[in-house]
């Protein structure tokens, strides 16, 4: 199974918005309603932020948001604070018990 | 409180094996999905393995028929059995728990290094 696209950067201003895609196909992000989304800072393990596409666990702020729509699902961050940068990561579940992720998008904030 | 701790990582030769370890606690491996994934150096996450709470355990192409994962409840415990390790297989090895389709809880990695 091929990883999911996404942009390799991203950027704004504190404050702005800015929001990464995460492209796929029929057979998993437009098929199942399991994607979810990861940040990760330099030399830490990656953090759960959004799951079933928008969805918040407890303690993350609402200033993330996730959305999808057909084979493509998107994560907003809003009002961009300086902890934001950081590599974010998509997955998505790919049928018959396999997982994909996404090419990654380094976000920095200007 | 939730706690993944990985250890195995090691320095091997093409070829060689390894068992990597996450030592859970907070909860019981018994009733959770769990997953090993990988992260090679300055690239992105990679699927490697999953374990249902049944038993059934599930493969991404690249290391079938040469990793298995399994668990020891007792101990509360997830292994990564790594057989025919090759240069492709570097990485930081990560076990996490799977919940709703994602990776609700991540331990902080071991590092494989397999040379040529």
């Known amino acids: 199974q091929s990883a999911l696209t996404q942009p390799p950067s991203a950027s704004g201003s504190p404050g702005q918005s800015v929001t990464i895609s995460c492209t796929g196909t029929s057979s998993d992000v437009g098929g199942f309603n399991y994607v979810s989304w990861y940040q990760q800072h330099p030399g830490k393990a990656p953090k759960l932020m959004i799951y079933e596409v928008s969805k918040r666990p407890s303690g993350v702020p609402d200033r993330f948001s996730g959305s999808k729509s057909g084979n493509t699902a998107s994560l907003t961050v809003s009002g961009l604070q300086a902890e934001d940068e950081a590599d974010y990561y998509c997955n998505s579940y790919g049928g018959n018990n396999n997982y994909v992720f996404g090419t990654g998008t380094k976000v920095t904030v200007l | 409180e939730v706690q993944l701790v990985e250890s195995g990582g090691d320095f091997v030769q093409r070829g060689g094996s390894l068992r990597l370890s996450c030592a859970a606690s907070?909860?019981?491996?018994?009733?959770?999905?769990m997953t090993w994934v990988r992260q090679a150096p300055g690239k992105g996450l990679e699927w490697v393995s999953s374990i249902h709470i049944g038993g059934s355990t599930y493969y991404a192409d690249s290391v079938k028929g040469r990793f298995t994962i399994s668990r020891d409840n007792f101990k509360n415990t997830v292994f990564l059995q790594m057989n025919s390790l090759k240069p492709e297989d570097t990485a930081l090895y990560y076990c996490a728990r799977t919940t709703y389709g994602s990776f609700e809880y991540w331990g902080q990695g071991t590092l494989v290094t397999v040379s040529s």
């Open positions: 907070g909860f019981s491996i018994s009733n959770s999905y």
